[in-house]
Structures are given as C-alpha cells and as structure tokens.
C-alpha cells in the first residue's frame, strides 16, 4: 500500500530495507484524504504536517496552511474553488558559456567538423579551469607581466595575438590541479590542432571536464534562482564520498598504526637500548617519511571530502523536486521567461516559491478594465486631434503616454504582484489614436488645399503653413494693423564686394542670412525680403501678435550676439577669405526698427505680387537703420518701439532690456523731432559696471536737454 524510496537492502531480504535520508522517503498509494499537488505536498512533508493543517476557508474562495504551533503559513486566494495562479520568479536555467561551448562541440564532432571541434577545446578547458576557486586565486596572484591564462584568455576571444593561450600553459594548469595523466596526456592530444589522425572523442573530451569539474560546484547549483543539477552529478558526488571516506579512515588507521607502539613505538624503545644501531635508526626515518606521506594524502583527502560536502550543503533545509528533461518523456513547455521549452517540474518550484513567498498574482475587477481602457482611448484620442500650439508635440506625446502606461503596467506588476490591464488598454488606446489621426490628416489636408489653391502661388509655403494652424487668412489687398517693421544691413557692404570673390562673397552671405534668418523666425518674424546684405522684415503680421514690439528688439539684440559668434568663427578660417579676412572678422550690422500702423497685405502688379508692408512708419524704420551710424550704435529704434515693447512685463519669456537714450532727431519727410533710443542689451546679461555707466549716461543726457552743457561734461 506505500512506495519506498529505498536506499540500500541486501537481495532475497524481503523487510523494508534501509530508506533514502530525504523526506518523505515513503509515500502511500492509497489515502482517504484530500490530494493536493506535488508543491503543497512537498510543503506538507517539509514542515513535518498532514493533511489537517490544509483548510480551505470562504467557501472555497481561500487556502490556508497552518504550523504545528497554530501560525500561519500559506494564505491564498483560489479561483473556481482549486486554482492559483503561479508567479514565476527567473528563466529555468542562467546561461553557462562552457556548458554552451560543449553542446557547439557535440555538434561539430558529430557533423565531422573537426576543425572546428578542435578550436573550441582550448576555451572549453579555460571556463571549466576558471570555476576552481584555488586556481582562479593562483592566476589572480600572479604578477602583472606574468601569463596570465584568464588575461591571455580574453585576448583570444578578442582576435588579438597578444598572450594567446597555449597548450602548454592549460596543460600546466591541469597538472597543478591533480588531474589523472591519462586525461592530461588525452587533452594534449586535443589541443594539438595539427593532427587530426587520433582525435579524441567528444565522451573522452566529457571525461577530461568532468575530472576538472570534480574540484567545484556546479555554477547551475549556486543560482540564486533555481538552483539544481543533474542526478549524475548526485549519484557521481555520492560514490566519491564514499571512495574518499573510505580513503580517509584507512588513512587514519595507517597513520595511528605508524605513530603508535607498534610501529614509531617499537622502533623509539629498540633505540632507548642500542642508540647507534643505523639499521634503527633508518627503520625510523623509514617510518616517519611514511608518516608524512600520509598525513599529506589524508590532507588532500580531506579536502576533496570538504569540495563533496559542500556540494551535499546546497541540499541542506532544502525541498528537492525531480523530474525528467528528455523530450522522450513529453514533459517539457515553454515558460513566461522561456521561449524554448523546459522541463514541467519548474512549475512546483515556482508554485513552492510562490506559496512561501507571499507573493500572489492578483487581479483587478473587470469593471477597472473597462474604466481604464475608456480613459486611454479619451486621452489618446484628445492627444491625437490636438491642433493648438506645439501641435506636433503634443500629438507626439500620445505616443510617449502609451509608452509610459505599459511600463506602469509592469512596475505595478514588479512592486505588488497585481496585474494591471496593458493588453486591452493601450490596443485600444493605439486604435483611437490612429483613427483620430486619420480623421486630423484628412481635415487638414482639405485645409491646406483650399488655402494653397488661394494663396499659393505668391504667398510662402510657411505663411500658408502658419495661416493653417492658426486658422487665420490675411486679407486681399492689404490692410491697416500695427506692426514693428524691422531693417538690418552690414556696414560697408561695398568694401567686401570689392575684396571677395564672387563665389566667396555668395558664400559669405548666405552664412550670415542664414544664421539671421533663422533668429527671425524663431523669433515668430515675418521675412518681407532681401535687399542684397539688408534683411526687411515686419513682426505682427500676417498673424498678429500683442508684444511684436518686443519680438523685434529682442531680435535685434539676439543677431548682435550671433553676429559676434560668426566673427569668431571667422577668425579661424584665414584661408577662407584671404585677403578679406581681416575685413570679414570686424563685420558689423546695423539695424533699425519702429512700432506703428501700416498697411501689410498683398502688393504689386496683378500677376506678379507679395505679401509685404508700407507706410510712414516703414520709412522711418528704414531711417533709423541708416542714421544709426552717426551715433556709432549698431541698434537704434524709436520711442514708440521702446514703450511698446516695455508693456509685456508679465510674459513667461520676457527679458529686461537697457536702452540708451540717443537724441531727438527730425527725420527726412516729417517736422516733428522723434526720439531715439539705442538697445545696449539683456539687463541679466549687463555687468555692474555696464549699468552704472548707462545710469551715469542718463543723467548727462537729462543735463544735455536742459542745455545745462557743463554738467553734462
């Protein structure tokens, strides 16, 4: 009625039999009780309990294991009265390169492949070599320009011919480690890539590892995950513990034999009486080096006994599963952390992992399911018609949301064990979007032919991108709206014209439009057009803009900057311009701008027009670039850009500027002086003592228009 793991029983004796140590070592094939599978059975025989320690409580909605001392052990949640769901902690088995290497090995000698066979030996015998601990410690030792097998190792997987390893030092390595001479003489034959008359067979290359791996663990037994190893490994460490016990105690007889009366003892009395006798006394050194031979083989007997126990130590306090990884037995399926499949007795481990561990899989309501997949397919919808301002990134976020909603889904799963619903959700939230974008593409594109059909073909590509974003049209034949228009030209132009070439005068200019133009768009700038070196441009328009004021002198401070960061850059590239490059490294502009109203809309004949600006105020912008010049600034601009542009205090982006006072000045065409104002730069980028010189420039100017001439000195 029981099955008996039996250990040992002499044939012909019919009684138990002498048991295996582990439990339970005998089980019973007929019980009238509950049968639970293998994992909770195998708890049950580690605590020493029955099956009255097992209650299902709730209905059968809860599993609870009890101590004999009344403590809980096991309380879960099951599903459909029987079931729990398995956590599942690592892979079946880390990745071991020598273990690796061989299966690649059994391959090539079994496809005749023996070149190749033959090129794996050496790093075979280096990764089992490299698992005995004393062996790493000697190489770790060693000094610096000495050949080191591990150094010389990596080398050679590294295709360089630096320190490659050679037979003779792997052999070396073996003979240290006390490894059999028929092995030895067998793995020399194997690393003699030469011959290839009497190669070694794979199981006598299996035979060379497995008398290397008799001095170390097995790595697949240290894994903090799932520890295990093979039944030949068990049945291989038994058998030697028993030959090396047994070594042991015969050894410790013949010591205390040699060392005692009948011996060592015999020998020290014969010599009490005769002294001088030689006969006795090289009978004593006679025995006494057989002493010490002894005693040396029971030391390396001893310390093999202690590489076999700690081996039988992993066992310890331990439950041990087996089960079969041959596919004959059918017992093998992939796991959620293997592709390939493993043996089924991973599930009891991870069920037993799972029980002692309280770590449950659970679940939310259905209802949070729906909940959540509704408020992902709102939000990716919402991210995805979005057409505000930085449309793009905001759309784009959608994708970045989903993203973040699957790695949350994991974390939550990682920290409580709680699967959060991921699938479902972010399928539907993908699908949303996409129809969203669908729907977003196809409005858009109507947008943009209806205002390309109408303004294409004298209106910029990105005035028309802008003007369907923000869903605003210019009006057909100007307009009156008010601007600041914008003027800029390098001083002394002529000067570089002579000098350049006209390949290197092109260059020059298309270097600095660039990099100004670029700042006038960023700067949300319209471009009115180039006027050779002079740039036009207007900002308020076509698309208005409260602080255009503002946009404009920010730009003019802004190009002053990039103007001295290409003069830099110039600087360095003598050969470039030649005999201009003095000239082009002191290259300066002159900008001028003025806030007002003008008239800004499509001019020009009827087949041939752009969209650009005029006015009184224009002029006087263009006045204020070319007049800068008798003050020596770089920057001048009217009062009325000054105070325009000081009104926009409480804007996110809005720097503090200084100006500097210039003069009153009566301007071609009008009667009426205008005040001027020099934009010295960014009041935080100013030192201390660039600000109490403006300050003290102030009040000289105030001295200055009260006529009061001494003071202003």
């Known amino acids: 009625d029981t099955l008996r793991l039996v250990y040992e029983r002499n044939e012909g004796d019919l009684t138990m039999g002498t048991l295996v140590d582990s439990l339970p070592n005998e089980v019973p094939l007929i019980r009238d009780r509950n049968m639970y599978t293998l994992g909770v059975e195998s708890l049950l025989a580690y605590y020493g309990l029955d099956s009255s320690a097992v209650e299902i409580q709730d209905d059968g909605k809860h599993f609870v294991m009890k101590g004999k001392d009344g403590s809980t052990l096991v309380d879960c949640e099951l599903t459909e009265k029987q079931f729990l769901e398995v956590n599942w902690f690592s892979k079946w088995t880390e990745e071991i390169i020598e273990l690796k290497l061989m299966i690649e090995a059994k391959r090539a000698y079994g496809d005749e492949n023996y070149e190749k066979y033959l090129e794996l030996i050496p790093s075979i015998l280096m990764n089992f070599l490299n698992r005995v601990d004393n062996l790493e410690d000697k190489m770790a030792s060693e000094p610096e320009d000495s050949p080191s097998l591990l150094k010389s190792f990596w080398y050679w997987l590294s295709g360089t011919s630096a320190k490659v390893p050679n037979a003779s030092a792997l052999l070396e390595e073996m003979r240290n480690l006390g490894l059999d001479e028929n092995l030895i003489t067998q793995a020399e034959k194997l ?332 700067e949300k700038g319209t471009l009115d057009k180039y006027i050779g070196d002079a740039i036009v441009a207007m900002y308020g328009a076509p698309l208005p803009m409260d602080n255009h004021a503002y946009q404009a002198v920010k730009t003019a401070l802004l190009m002053q900057q990039e103007q001295l960061r290409l003069r830099e850059k110039w600087s360095t590239e003598a050969d470039t311009w030649g005999e201009c490059h003095d000239l082009v490294c002191k290259m300066q502009t002159r900008i001028g701008c003025n806030t007002g109203t003008a008239t800004v809309g499509n001019m020009g004949a009827k087949d041939r027009f752009n ?79 660039t600000q109490d010189c403006l300050d003290c420039f102030s009040h000289g100017i105030e001295k200055y228009l009260a006529q009061d001439w001494d003071a202003a000195l």
């Open 191 to 522: 690393l003699d890539n030469d011959n290839f008359e009497e190669i070694p067979s794979f199981d006598q290359l299996t035979q060379i590892v497995d008398g290397i791996a008799y001095y170390f663990i097995p790595p697949s037994l240290e894994s903090p995950f799932n520890p295990m190893c093979g039944m030949r490994d068990v049945l291989q460490n038994a058998k030697f513990q028993d030959q090396v016990s047994s070594t042991i105690q015969l050894l410790e007889e013949k010591i205390e034999f040699l060392e005692g009366p009948g011996a060592m003892g015999k020998i020290e009395k014969a010599l009490l009486e005769q002294p001088e006798n030689e006969t006795l006394l090289a009978k004593k050194k006679e025995v006494e080096a057989a002493i010490s031979t002894n005693k040396s083989n029971l030391a390396e007997q001893k310390d093999e006994l202690s590489i076999i126990n700690e081996f039988f130590a992993c066992f310890e306090n331990a439950i041990v599963l087996i089960g079969p990884e041959e596919k004959t037995f059918q017992d093998l399926a992939p796991t959620p952390f293997d592709d390939a499949s493993v043996p089924k007795v991973c599930v009891h481990g991870n069920l037993i992992k799972t029980l002692t561990n309280d770590l449950f899989i659970s679940r939310y309501p259905k209802v949070v399911d729906y909940a959540v997949t509704l408020i992902i397919c709102v939000i990716m919808a919402l991210l995805a018609v979005y057409q505000g301002n930085r449309a793009s990134f905001i759309n784009s976020l959608g994708i970045l949301f989903l993203i973040g909603y699957v790695y949350l889904g994991f974390l939550v799963f990682e920290k409580t064990q709680t699967v959060w619903p991921i699938a479902t959700p972010a399928c539907a939230g993908l699908s949303t979007s996409f129809i969203g974008l669908g729907v977003m593409v196809v409005i858009e594109q109507k947008a943009k032919s209806r205002m390309k059909g109408m303004f294409g073909s004298y209106v910029s590509s990105d005035l028309v991108e802008q003007m369907v974003e923000k869903g605003k049209e210019p009006s057909l034949g100007g307009e009156e709206t008010s601007i600041t228009a914008f003027f800029s030209d390098v001083q002394a132009f002529s000067s570089f014209s002579e000098l350049l070439s006209p390949t290197g005068l092109v260059d020059l200019m298309n270097e600095y439009l660039t990099a100004m133009t670029d700042i006038l768009t960023k």
């Open 611 to 689: 969209y650009t600006m005029m006015g009184d105020m224009v002029n006087l912008a263009a006045r204020c670039e070319s007049g800068a010049k008798a003050y020596g600034a770089y920057i001048m601009i009217t009062e009325e850009t000054k105070l325009a542009s000081e009104q926009h205090k409480d804007d996110i982006d809005f720097r503090d500027i200084a100006f500097r006072f210039l003069d009153r000045i009566v301007v071609k065409g009008r009667s009426q002086p205008v005040a001027m104002y020099e934009p010295t730069g960014f009041m935080d980028e100013l030192s201390q003592e």
